[in-house]
């Protein structure tokens, strides 16, 4: 019996402990972070570039051949997973104090991608998609290739596995899509991928003032870019470039179609000689 009873005494001090431990573990993922600072460029961020490349070049290899239902299916995957992580960490945010509105209300270029990327893909909705699969690539390589606060910890939090696999989303499905041809862009829509531009500026310039009574530079305007024109402000330099980019997705996308007509002129002509 005392032997029984004392098993019982270090069983239950071994499940207390496991308690101990795992909600420690649990209150630094989620809230508190293991050993904050900057590491970017350290070891999870190069693992993350690492993966996030390694598993796209996978999913196009393997999705390659294969109908674009099916292929949407497994993007579906993807969205639900990114979304799940945004909204639980939106929901901790939350919990320290911030405001309803200013955790879910998506003001950055990439949280606008992640949301309604989403949610098209997971509800199949055409109509203004170019916008999220031209745009999504832009912020989110540039993101992972020059994070600013992302990488803020030297493990894995729930922070860093939300803007991971934000990121991830915005940037794979897209690419994945293109190169797979299960998505084809149509210029002829290019204007609501402009007017999305300037929706998204009017988001950050006009309604985060009125919702949460902050001027936060969600869109880097005021930040130092790596070219500047003296007297012309940031915004139209950044506008035109953005307004470049765009067509620059829609004649590379264009091209790999085969839709050039006059490559396609000049590959007949050859074959004819």
Same mark, same amino acid.
């Given at each position: 019996m005392k032997s029984m009873r004392m098993m019982l005494l270090?069983?239950?001090d071994c499940i207390r402990i496991g308690e101990i431990i795992m909600l420690d573990f649990l209150r630094k993922?989620?809230?508190?972070g293991f050993n904050p600072g900057d590491y970017t460029l350290g070891t999870v961020h190069k693992l993350s570039l690492f993966l996030s490349l390694l598993t796209i070049v996978l999913f196009i290899v393997l999705l390659r051949n294969k109908d674009s239902s099916y292929i949407n299916k497994k993007m579906k995957i993807i969205a639900y997973i990114a979304i799940f992580f945004y909204i639980l960490n939106r929901i901790?945010?939350?919990?320290?104090?911030?405001?309803?509105?200013?955790?879910?209300?998506?003001f950055y270029l990439c949280n606008v991608n992640t949301v309604f990327l989403s949610i098209y893909i997971i509800f199949d909705i055409k109509k203004g998609k170019d916008f999220l699969i031209i745009t999504g690539i832009s912020g989110a390589l540039l993101a992972f290739i %020059?994070?600013?606060?992302? !990488?803020? #910890?030297?493990?894995?939090?729930?922070? &860093?596995?939300?803007?991971?696999?934000?990121?991830?989303?915005?940037?794979?499905?897209?690419i994945i899509l293109l190169a797979t041809k299960a998505y084809q862009l149509?210029?002829?829509?290019?204007?609501?991928?402009v007017v999305g531009l300037f929706i998204v500026a009017i988001n950050v310039e006009f309604l985060q003032p009125l919702l949460i009574g902050k001027e936060i530079d969600y869109l880097f305007?005021?930040?130092?870019?790596?070219?500047?024109?003296?007297?012309?402000?940031?915004?139209?330099?950044?506008?035109?470039?953005?307004?470049?980019? %765009?067509?620059?997705?829609? !004649?590379? #996308?264009?091209?790999?179609?085969?839709? &050039?007509?006059?490559?396609n002129k000049r590959k007949r002509s050859d074959l004819v000689a």
């Open positions: 270090v069983t239950g993922f989620l809230i508190d901790v945010r939350v919990y320290k104090g911030m405001s309803v509105i200013e955790a879910f209300w998506p %020059i994070p600013q606060g992302i !990488f803020n #910890d030297q493990y894995v939090t729930l922070s &860093i596995l939300d803007s991971v696999l934000s990121h991830y989303e915005i940037v794979a499905i897209p149509d210029i002829k829509k290019s204007w609501m991928v305007l005021d930040g130092n870019l790596p070219f500047q024109i003296p007297g012309v402000n940031q915004f139209f330099i950044m506008l035109g470039t953005a307004i470049a980019y %765009i067509y620059l997705v829609y !004649f590379l #996308d264009y091209l790999y179609l085969g839709k &050039i007509k006059f490559l």
